[in-house]
């Protein structure tokens, strides 16, 4: 192609992708409130009118969150996705936000009725497709299951159209496990579920009497005739969402018991700004994260995760 | 089996035997070949000494393999279950560390080193292992300079996996806290 | 074949009064602060006649073009530190949601756009390229930014052919010049174009004919040709066809800096972790010099600006570049924080990814960088280093 050909000169000058559309907030959910963290889930409902109709969003997809005068930031869907049986109402979606930053801190000051700006849904999705007909392992690591929570929405939805399906959560310690009051239903309508932390809680008030240590061994142990003797390598599919050093060592340890490469599926994370590849903030090798990413292929990624300074 | 559910009724309490309750039990007789830790690097004489053949001994829920300052002679590798290891803190009780998964060893210090053991193994549910009597192996070793090769060579491999799964543990313990 | 004509050199400025006519604000080169810069201009005495510049890495000056015909021409020179993205993608700019504190705004159109359309004159072969590389990254099917959109759209092009080169210049190698693309063949990238010559270039020994300085004309789009026709043009001969022919030829064989560029994409992919990133961080300070002076380069940051006042919250978009330390901060601390992989990150984009992105190389081969690099790093020089091994 010529170096000068541009090939959309004549697109048409649709609504502004910086503006951002009001939104109120419904509900709020404390969801950890320890000294290490602070986490909470918005429900927020889009303001009536066209943006709210046509606005559909699949797992993995994240929104922009505005606070005039104090900015923005990019948050994962954590509600069940557009098309599920338990989706919320047409315009209606959770968000599960950790408060660590300026904008967040000033988006937990918030309460409901308060508005809030939204742009989005951005960036691509889990792979819901490649799931069907296929055993899943769901790998979460911290507050990874807030992206990976509409997965198991979307299964629940359907659950006979998968195989066998395990959530292999990995917590620093039982006051931060994330959406625990939830693991229980999740097990009873037949998904796998295995829990673990990095250490028991010292002072006593979350009790825990199961296992300790990293997620990777999880996935390590499903070599185990004995203990997963129905484990086949060839038809399981790795999503994988948390810290990215975790992932790192979760996709090796998934390789190492035989999945391949293009069954794997991450969730990166970068500074994201505008959400639809201008401004250049969430760039990761040739990845424009938030429209190339932030779930990709970890056949794809593999190269560059071991660059950490990429 | 899950683990997210508390085991009940299980009190670490110092009047416990202090001896393994290893029993022989129901469990299968075959060795799953499978389950083997680094099947690749695994001498394959180091069955021939176990004990009765390849039956793998059973661990209720509960019950313990051995405990801290235990001087253990046997080498194990976990074959099925799962198995809590815990540091008694003066001031805070036992103190679960890690949890062991099948295909792992256990208590290789009783080859390594000799020493009494550092930590409690206990069985969070219904385990089975295979147990090496640690005399025997170093029978086998000092015989034969082949076999201990690969013993050393299997064990260094199995340590470092632990190592790197531990690294794992503290990487994330020690984060940053906004991560 | 569009054809060409003779434009007489004082007649250009009827060109310009033609533009400011028809409501344009024409842009052009001028000298401010002892550079060529990009700004306003209404007359061609505004214009750098007779002025050229040696460029090289770390080095920009102005100097008077040595005696001889040369002396007369308005365009003897190349880039200087302002690209056209000044004012395509302004500096800063207002994002099109002013709301106040406690309400957020709902609008419909996007505000902040110019007021008058552009026009600009002297556009070289390499920038054509560098906007046509913009149009792709701010208007593509992900999005498109709507005042850029505005921008382009209303965009007048009076392109210039170079008839020297700066040292710093490697555009062959980058396939952006110097020829100014053929318009028949290559698309809309001007609406006019000029090559300045004068007497010895298009006179010879037996025939002198016209004495006159002067621009072979042409239009590139129907906007342009309906100017054209307005124009107090004459018949361009054939000994002026050849002329621009030979001086065109002139420009590409003085131009000695070249990029390799033979599957340079994979080559520079294949080495993230080489030990030469080591030894440019040594010698980058990582100011964006570069970033700010390239003309593809296109990073930005918002920022929300309070007034007091009015209790309004403004938002602007300012020109970041991912040299600055902060750029790449992700969950309390920057992933790239060393010099070495930003130098890395700026480079890789800009030669390779930018291929996976847009498909296209992000590099004209303008120069700037190499010029206002204030350690004088060449990129040509160290791509050469890395493919060594």
Redesign the interface.
Known sequence: ?????????D????????????ATIRRIVREIDSV??SVFTLEIELEPGPFAKRYRFMPGQFNML?L?????VAISHSGAPTGVASALPEGRFLHTIRA??RVTRAIQRLEVGD?I?VRGPYGTAWPMENLLDQDVLIVS??LGMAPLRPVIYSILDQVHRYGRVDLLY?S?SPDLILYESE??SW?ACGI?????V???D?SGVH????????V???I??R?????YPDFDPHRTQVLICG?E??MH?CAQSALEIGIMPSSIWISM???M??G??????C?W????LC?DGPVLRYDLAQGYLS???? | MTSDRPLSGIALTQSSLTQSSLTKGDVPTDLPWTDLPHRDLFPAKLLEILPGGSQAKGLAGGGFLFREGDRQTSLFILAGGLVQLSILVPGRGDVPILTVGPGELIAWSAVLSKQPMTCTAMALEDSNLLEFPSQSIEDLVDRDPQFAKEFYRWIAFGLSERLTATRLQLLDLFQHPNA | MQSVRWLCQNDLQVLLDLLIGEGFCVLGPTIQQHAIVYDEIQSIDQLPKGWTETQGPAVYQIARTPDGPAREKLFHFNLGPHSWKKFLFPPESVLPSQSSVSELAQVGEPQGACVKPYAILGARACELAAIAIQDRVFMNPSFVDAQYALRRKSLFVVAVQCTTAASTCFCPSMNTGPALPDPQSQGHAFDLSLTELTPSEESDARNPSIQEHGFLIQAGSEHGQRILERLPTSEASPRMLRAQEQAIDQVAASIERSMPTNQLRDALMARLQHPHWENVAERCLSCANCTMVCPTCFCSSVEEVHDLVDQAVVRKRRWDSCFNPDFSHTSGAPVRDSVRSRYRQWLTHKLATWHDQFQTSGCVGCGRCITWCPVGIDLTQEVARLLES
């Open positions: 192609m010529s170096a000068w050909t541009t090939p959309s000169k697109m048409p000058v649709s609504q502004d992708p910086w503006q951002p559309h009001r290490a963290s505005y005039p005068g104090s900015g923005e660590v930053g508005s700006g690591g911290g990995g620093r693991l229980g097990g796998g579920i295995e829990t673990t990095d250490r028991t010292p009790p825990w009497f199961g296992p300790i240590g990293p990777t061994q999880w390590q142990w070599k185990s005739r004995t203990r810290p050093v975790m060592f994370e970068r500074n700004q505008c639809f590849g201008a401004c250049g903030h760039q090798g040739p990845f424009f429209k660059i950490k300074d990429l």
